[in-house]
Structure formats: structure tokens, C-alpha cells
């Protein structure tokens, strides 16, 4: 642009001078020509380079746009990879999730297995062990009663320290008879001692309890009405005075001229209370 202008200006020199005389001209006419054809070769050789410059830049654009091109091309086929690879792998990850989970509820009815059957080895086990302590059991009874003395022997044995005042002694000897005899007559007889023993000692619960026995188990024995005598006693002396009033009126109703059932209206009678209820119990 600044050469353009230049070449305006000698331009309009030029045109100025040829308006001077004759006479005048010739000398600058010939130095004018020589700036014009040097400004010329100028211009000339500036539009050269800028030919040439201009070739470099297209060339540099040209490579740059190809390089660029070649770029977003490059990107193009990452992003579509990728987007490949994304749908792919949602594809493989859906896939994994369902075969871990198909692994997971293996695992839980694996789980749910083993917790049965190891439920059932523990009840084998328990059912075992408790057979074998059950065996353990009757085999020590048998080895005991092996060894005990014959029924008759220990009974007599039992009663005799009975009448003795020999308690401690009695008390093993009847407690042995019933725990190796149990189911014959005299057990009930044994207990009915027992339980006289420990009334005699104060200790009312366990004789109304033993008393009980009797009374339950042995309802023919020769000790019943004696022991539902004695149970009520026991459980007036506990405070149980309605509980041991009850089992005096039912001895008195199904013994009614039994010894058994005078001592209980006589009881009754000092606790000045009726030999029978108001509902007629």
C-alpha cells in the first residue's frame, strides 16, 4: 500500500513538470523516467516476493487445512471408537452384572444349604448325644441296680433306721429303694417316709411334695389317706391354708370313717373352720 502510493505521487510529478516549458523539462523529464523505471523494477520485485511469500502462505494454509483436516478426521474415528467401545462395553458390563448376580443367588441358595444341612448334623449330633447319655443312663442303673440289695432287704433295712431315729441313714435307704424300685407297692411307702421325715425336720415343701406322690401315683396304696393327711398339714404349715383346707375335706369325703379323716375334722375344727364349703365342696 505504501508503494502504490509513492508511485501515485511520482505519477503526479510527472504530469506537473510536462505542463513546464520545453526547456525546462528534458533534464528532470530524464531523471523522472529513470525513478519511474527504478520504481517500476521496485514494484516489480516487490510483487515478486509477494508472490512468492504468498505462494509460502498458500502452502502453509494448504498444509495447515490438510493437517487439520487429517485432525478432525482422527478425532472423528476416536470418538466413534469410543462411543464403540462404550456401547460395547455397557453390553459386556450388562452382561457381567448378570452373571454376577446368577453367581450371587447361587452363592445364597448355596448358603441356605449348608445352613440346613448343618442344622441337621447339629439335631444328628444332639439326637446322638442325647442317646448316648440315655445309654450311659440305663446302663449306670443296671450296673446299680446290679449292685443294689434286693427290694425286700432294703425296705426292711430303710424302716428299720426309720424306727430307729436313724433319719440320714433312712432317708438314702428309702431315696435308693425308690430310685431302683420304682414302680413296686412299697415305693409309695417309701416316699410317704420320706415325706414323714422331713415334716418332722420342718421342711414342708419337700414333704407335701413327697406326700403328693403318694397321693398321685399310688392311689390303691395302704399310705394314701395317711399322705393326703399329712400333705395337708404340710401346706397349712406353709400358709397354704386354703390349698391344705381343700385337701382336708377331700380326705374327709373319700375317707369319711377313716382314722385319717377324724384327725382332719379335728384340725379343721381348731382352725374353727367348716368341715365342708358353702358351695358344698
Known sequence: MKFQHHFKLVLISAIAFSTLPAFAVSKEMIQLQTQVQQLQEQMTAMQRSFDERMGVMNNLVQQD????NKIGAAITNLQTALQKQQTEGSSHVDQLSGQIQALNDSLDELKARLAKVAKQLEDMQASAQTAAANTAQQQAQQQALQNAPPPDVLYNNALRDYNSGKNDLAIQEFSDYVKFYPNTDLAGNCYFYLGEIQYRQGNYQQAAQNYDQVVQNFPTGTKVASAQLKKG??????????NGVQELRHLI???PKSPEALQARERLRQMKVPVTSRSGE
Open 233 to 242: 398339714f404340710a401346706l397349712i404349715e406353709l400358709g397354704q391354708q386354703d
Open 253 to 255: 369325703q373319700r375317707y
Open 65 to 68: 487445512t490438510d493437517a487439520a
